[in-house]
Protein backbone atom coordinates (compact mmCIF):
# COMPACT_ATOMS: atom_id res chain seq x y z
CA UNK A 1 0.00 0.00 0.00
CA UNK A 2 1.04 3.81 -0.75
CA UNK A 3 0.67 6.52 1.69
CA UNK A 4 2.72 9.35 2.63
CA UNK A 5 2.48 11.23 5.61
CA UNK A 6 3.10 15.24 6.00
CA UNK A 7 4.35 16.27 9.85
CA UNK A 8 2.67 19.79 10.86
CA UNK A 9 -0.14 21.10 8.98
CA UNK A 10 1.24 24.26 9.89
CA UNK A 11 4.47 25.89 9.88
CA UNK A 12 5.29 29.43 10.59
CA UNK A 13 9.01 30.69 10.09
CA UNK A 14 10.53 34.11 10.09
CA UNK A 15 11.35 35.63 6.86
CA UNK A 16 14.62 34.89 5.79
CA UNK A 17 14.76 31.74 8.03
CA UNK A 18 15.20 28.03 7.03
CA UNK A 19 11.85 26.37 5.44
CA UNK A 20 11.56 22.46 6.50
CA UNK A 21 8.70 21.18 5.07
CA UNK A 22 8.64 17.38 6.08
CA UNK A 23 7.17 14.09 3.95
CA UNK A 24 7.50 10.50 4.79
CA UNK A 25 6.25 7.98 2.67
CA UNK A 26 5.43 4.16 2.33
CA UNK A 27 5.38 2.62 -1.30
CA UNK A 28 5.86 -1.13 -1.81
CA UNK A 29 7.93 -0.21 -5.25
CA UNK A 30 10.74 2.23 -5.52
CA UNK A 31 8.94 5.53 -5.21
CA UNK A 32 8.47 8.80 -7.74
CA UNK A 33 8.01 11.38 -5.55
CA UNK A 34 6.79 14.43 -6.07
CA UNK A 35 6.15 18.13 -4.01
CA UNK A 36 3.11 20.83 -5.02
CA UNK A 37 2.57 23.97 -3.93
CA UNK A 38 -0.89 25.92 -4.03
CA UNK A 39 -1.00 29.81 -3.74
CA UNK A 40 -4.20 31.18 -2.97
CA UNK A 41 -6.84 30.66 -5.87
CA UNK A 42 -4.46 28.87 -7.82
CA UNK A 43 -3.91 25.53 -9.21
CA UNK A 44 -1.79 23.03 -7.37
CA UNK A 45 2.22 23.81 -9.05
CA UNK A 46 4.81 21.16 -9.53
CA UNK A 47 7.79 22.41 -7.39
CA UNK A 48 10.50 19.01 -8.31
CA UNK A 49 10.00 15.48 -8.26
CA UNK A 50 12.46 12.93 -7.79
CA UNK A 51 12.34 9.99 -10.74
CA UNK A 52 15.20 7.90 -9.10
CA UNK A 53 18.27 9.49 -10.46
CA UNK A 54 19.96 11.82 -8.10
CA UNK A 55 18.51 11.94 -5.09
CA UNK A 56 19.08 15.32 -3.92
CA UNK A 57 16.78 17.04 -6.15
CA UNK A 58 16.26 20.82 -6.95
CA UNK A 59 13.55 22.79 -7.98
CA UNK A 60 11.60 26.28 -8.72
CA UNK A 61 12.07 29.20 -6.39
CA UNK A 62 14.86 27.74 -4.89
CA UNK A 63 13.73 24.93 -3.20
CA UNK A 64 14.92 21.68 -2.53
CA UNK A 65 14.42 17.98 -1.59
CA UNK A 66 16.45 15.09 -0.56
CA UNK A 67 15.50 11.60 -1.00
CA UNK A 68 16.10 9.11 1.87
CA UNK A 69 15.29 5.57 1.42
CA UNK A 70 16.85 4.53 4.99
CA UNK A 71 14.42 7.07 6.58
CA UNK A 72 11.55 6.69 3.71
CA UNK A 73 11.89 10.40 3.69
CA UNK A 74 11.15 13.36 1.01
CA UNK A 75 11.71 16.71 2.80
CA UNK A 76 11.78 19.59 1.10
CA UNK A 77 13.77 22.70 2.05
CA UNK A 78 15.22 26.29 1.19
CA UNK A 79 17.25 27.86 3.03
CA UNK A 80 16.07 31.32 3.28
CA UNK A 81 12.27 32.16 3.26
CA UNK A 82 10.45 34.99 1.59
CA UNK A 83 7.05 36.38 2.20
CA UNK A 84 5.95 35.06 -1.53
CA UNK A 85 6.18 31.17 -0.29
CA UNK A 86 3.59 31.52 1.90
CA UNK A 87 1.16 28.64 0.62
CA UNK A 88 -0.06 25.43 1.02
CA UNK A 89 2.86 22.49 0.06
CA UNK A 90 1.35 18.80 -0.74
CA UNK A 91 3.71 15.67 -0.81
CA UNK A 92 2.93 13.08 -3.28
CA UNK A 93 4.26 9.31 -3.93
CA UNK A 94 3.52 7.79 -7.55
CA UNK A 95 4.05 3.79 -8.14
CA UNK A 96 2.95 3.13 -11.95
CA UNK A 97 2.82 4.51 -14.78
CA UNK A 98 -0.47 6.05 -16.01
CA UNK A 99 -0.98 5.43 -11.83
CA UNK A 100 -2.42 7.68 -9.37
CA UNK A 101 -0.89 10.09 -7.18
CA UNK A 102 -1.23 9.83 -3.04
CA UNK A 103 -1.08 12.75 -2.02
CA UNK A 104 -0.32 13.73 1.85
CA UNK A 105 -2.83 15.84 4.18
CA UNK A 106 -0.97 19.20 2.80
CA UNK A 107 1.38 21.82 4.84
CA UNK A 108 0.64 25.13 4.94
CA UNK A 109 3.24 27.60 5.31
CA UNK A 110 2.66 31.10 6.80
CA UNK A 111 6.53 33.43 6.55
CA UNK A 112 6.27 36.19 9.64
CA UNK A 113 7.91 39.73 8.23
CA UNK B 1 -0.42 28.71 -23.07
CA UNK B 2 -3.60 28.41 -21.06
CA UNK B 3 -3.71 26.39 -18.19
CA UNK B 4 -6.22 24.01 -16.99
CA UNK B 5 -9.28 25.67 -15.99
CA UNK B 6 -12.40 24.45 -13.71
CA UNK B 7 -15.94 25.62 -13.74
CA UNK B 8 -17.75 27.07 -11.62
CA UNK B 9 -14.88 28.20 -9.10
CA UNK B 10 -17.72 28.02 -6.16
CA UNK B 11 -21.44 25.98 -5.81
CA UNK B 12 -23.35 25.85 -3.12
CA UNK B 13 -26.17 23.57 -3.37
CA UNK B 14 -28.59 21.78 -0.90
CA UNK B 15 -28.32 18.02 -0.54
CA UNK B 16 -30.43 16.29 -3.12
CA UNK B 17 -29.81 18.44 -5.90
CA UNK B 18 -27.27 17.82 -9.07
CA UNK B 19 -24.30 19.77 -9.54
CA UNK B 20 -21.99 19.18 -12.83
CA UNK B 21 -18.34 20.25 -12.93
CA UNK B 22 -16.36 21.11 -15.90
CA UNK B 23 -12.53 20.85 -16.82
CA UNK B 24 -10.63 22.15 -19.36
CA UNK B 25 -7.33 20.02 -19.99
CA UNK B 26 -4.39 21.91 -21.67
CA UNK B 27 -5.33 21.39 -25.46
CA UNK B 28 -3.54 17.90 -26.24
CA UNK B 29 -3.52 16.70 -23.25
CA UNK B 30 -4.37 12.94 -23.55
CA UNK B 31 -4.56 12.45 -19.77
CA UNK B 32 -7.05 14.06 -17.34
CA UNK B 33 -7.69 13.03 -13.66
CA UNK B 34 -9.96 13.61 -10.90
CA UNK B 35 -9.45 14.25 -7.67
CA UNK B 36 -11.04 15.72 -4.54
CA UNK B 37 -9.98 17.13 -1.29
CA UNK B 38 -12.22 16.98 1.79
CA UNK B 39 -11.14 19.85 4.77
CA UNK B 40 -8.33 19.11 6.23
CA UNK B 41 -7.93 15.79 4.21
CA UNK B 42 -5.60 14.50 1.73
CA UNK B 43 -6.33 15.03 -1.63
CA UNK B 44 -7.41 12.00 -3.13
CA UNK B 45 -7.85 10.38 -6.48
CA UNK B 46 -11.20 9.77 -8.11
CA UNK B 47 -10.25 8.73 -11.64
CA UNK B 48 -8.17 9.10 -14.72
CA UNK B 49 -9.49 9.43 -18.93
CA UNK B 50 -6.82 8.77 -21.80
CA UNK B 51 -8.41 10.61 -24.04
CA UNK B 52 -12.08 9.63 -23.85
CA UNK B 53 -11.89 6.37 -22.07
CA UNK B 54 -12.06 5.54 -18.78
CA UNK B 55 -8.44 4.21 -17.78
CA UNK B 56 -9.08 3.74 -13.79
CA UNK B 57 -12.21 4.70 -12.11
CA UNK B 58 -11.42 2.87 -9.00
CA UNK B 59 -11.59 6.25 -6.65
CA UNK B 60 -14.90 7.31 -7.36
CA UNK B 61 -16.50 6.88 -4.35
CA UNK B 62 -20.14 5.64 -5.34
CA UNK B 63 -22.74 5.57 -8.30
CA UNK B 64 -23.91 9.15 -7.65
CA UNK B 65 -21.30 10.37 -9.28
CA UNK B 66 -20.46 10.50 -12.97
CA UNK B 67 -17.56 11.42 -15.08
CA UNK B 68 -17.52 11.78 -18.61
CA UNK B 69 -14.91 13.14 -21.10
CA UNK B 70 -16.62 13.80 -24.72
CA UNK B 71 -14.55 13.53 -27.91
CA UNK B 72 -11.53 13.31 -25.23
CA UNK B 73 -11.36 17.32 -24.64
CA UNK B 74 -13.27 18.92 -21.65
CA UNK B 75 -14.60 16.39 -18.72
CA UNK B 76 -17.44 17.02 -16.45
CA UNK B 77 -18.44 15.36 -13.37
CA UNK B 78 -21.75 14.90 -12.27
CA UNK B 79 -23.09 14.40 -8.62
CA UNK B 80 -26.80 13.46 -8.27
CA UNK B 81 -28.44 13.64 -5.94
CA UNK B 82 -25.55 15.45 -4.09
CA UNK B 83 -24.98 14.61 -0.03
CA UNK B 84 -23.49 16.57 3.00
CA UNK B 85 -20.27 14.40 2.50
CA UNK B 86 -19.82 15.66 -0.92
CA UNK B 87 -18.19 18.94 -0.21
CA UNK B 88 -15.11 19.49 -1.07
CA UNK B 89 -12.52 21.22 -3.51
CA UNK B 90 -12.60 18.83 -6.76
CA UNK B 91 -9.18 19.17 -8.86
CA UNK B 92 -8.71 17.95 -12.20
CA UNK B 93 -5.64 17.90 -13.91
CA UNK B 94 -3.93 16.93 -17.29
CA UNK B 95 -1.39 15.40 -18.76
CA UNK B 96 0.21 15.08 -22.16
CA UNK B 97 1.03 11.31 -22.78
CA UNK B 98 2.49 8.53 -20.67
CA UNK B 99 5.89 8.73 -22.44
CA UNK B 100 7.70 10.22 -19.21
CA UNK B 101 6.10 7.70 -17.20
CA UNK B 102 5.75 7.87 -13.81
CA UNK B 103 7.70 11.07 -13.45
CA UNK B 104 4.90 12.56 -15.86
CA UNK B 105 3.97 16.08 -14.72
CA UNK B 106 0.36 16.30 -13.71
CA UNK B 107 -0.70 20.25 -14.37
CA UNK B 108 -3.68 21.18 -12.43
CA UNK B 109 -6.38 23.27 -12.10
CA UNK B 110 -7.66 25.80 -9.41
CA UNK B 111 -10.29 23.65 -8.10
CA UNK B 112 -13.84 23.73 -7.92
CA UNK B 113 -15.10 24.38 -4.43
CA UNK B 114 -18.76 22.37 -3.61
CA UNK B 115 -20.35 23.16 -0.25
CA UNK B 116 -23.36 20.91 -0.08
CA UNK B 117 -26.44 22.24 2.66
Known amino acids: AQSVTQLGSHVSVSEGALVLLRCNYSSSVPPYLFWYVQYPNQGLQLLLKYTSAATLVKGINGFEAEFKKSETSFHLTKPSAHMSDAAEYFC???????????FGTGTSLTVIP | EAGVTQFPSHSVIEKGQTVTLRCDPISGHDNLYWYRRVMGKEIKFLLH????????ESGMPNNRFLAERTGGTYSTLKVQPAELEDSGVYFC???????????????FGPGTRLLVL
Open chain 2, 49 to 56: FVKESKQD
Open chain 1, 92 to 102: AVRVGVGNQFY
Open chain 2, 93 to 107: ASSQDLAGGRGETQY
